[in-house]
């Protein structure tokens, strides 16, 4: 188990992790998300020793990584792909695992040889710690995240709890796209039904919330409309990070990861 409580790097005027506090389980695969600059890579570099802290503490196993003995043999760490030590052989069999953006530079294949080892490492009862700035590389890996922007943390839940908040602040809601054949009397018959529809991108397409596809195609039989298209439409882990992280984005060139 990795603890972090009040996690704080100051460099200068620069704050690059601002008070982080929480916890990554064994058994578990914990994306760890951000805008570039938002302090993971500073993070992960605590939790390892690698920097002291301004202020706070990581710990690993409920001890801070320097005062582990023999620590290569408790955490296993990949913080640049391309910057592996010729001379060692596998970090002794270790049960916390930290990577730092894994997936760079892979093709399809390796990016799912990757996705599927860390889940057989979860599923082994290790804690496993994966840094990235892309939600894409999470949304089929991930069970939970920690989402932080600026240093500070935004999220720290499960992925279906951060989509939901998503769509809470402006992320493409849960819906149904629904397709009909042309105008017809469907659209007032499911407002009136309580569902709030708007026009699609493409002639004779509507994009309902507030009802679900069964009811829609009750609807739609009761008042003979044809149905071209019915499909429910999940609201996008993608969207919900860029609307959770739109005000913690750092888009200057230098400082920081």
């Known amino acids: 188990m990795i603890e972090v409580h009040r996690l704080t790097k100051r460099y200068g005027r620069?704050?690059?992790?601002?008070?982080?506090?929480?916890?990554?389980?064994?058994?578990?695969?914990?994306?760890?998300?951000?805008p570039n600059g938002a302090g993971k890579s500073t993070t992960l570099?605590?939790?390892?020793?690698?920097d002291a802290p301004t202020s706070g503490a990581a710990t690993v196993g409920g001890r801070p990584f320097r005062e582990l003995p023999r620590g290569l043999r408790h955490v296993g760490a990949l913080l640049d792909a391309g910057d592996v030590h010729g001379g060692r052989s596998g970090l002794g069999d270790p049960p916390v695992l930290l990577f730092d953006e894994p997936l760079n530079g892979l093709d399809p294949e390796g990016v799912?040889?990757?996705r599927e080892l860390f889940r057989k490492l979860a599923a082994e009862g290790r804690t496993v710690f994966v840094s990235s700035h892309l939600m894409s590389e999470m949304e089929h890996t991930a069970d939970r995240l920690v989402v932080v922007g600026?240093?500070?943390?935004?999220a720290d839940e499960s992925l279906a709890d951060f989509a939901a908040r998503g769509a809470g602040?402006?992320?493409?809601?849960?819906?149904?796209?629904?397709?009909t054949a042309g105008p017809g009397p469907l659209a007032d018959a499911l407002r009136a039904a309580g569902g709030e529809v708007r026009p699609g991108d493409d002639a004779g397409t509507l994009l309902v919330t507030g009802l679900d596809p069964a009811r829609i195609g009750e609807l739609a039989l009761d008042h003979r409309?044809?149905?071209?298209?019915?499909?429910a439409r999940t609201a996008s882990l993608e969207e919900a990070f860029m609307a959770l992280t739109a005000d913690h984005a750092d888009h200057s060139a230098g400082g920081p990861r």
């Open 14 to 34: 620069t704050t690059a992790v601002d008070e982080l506090t929480f916890t990554v389980r064994p058994g578990l695969v914990t994306g760890f998300l951000g």
């Open 169 to 179: 602040q402006g992320a493409g809601a849960p819906g149904v796209t629904v397709r």
């Open 225 to 231: 409309v044809p149905l071209l298209e019915l499909t």
């Open 45 to 50: 570099r605590m939790i390892l020793g690698l």
């Open 150 to 154: 600026r240093g500070r943390l935004i």
């Open 112 to 114: 799912r040889w990757v």
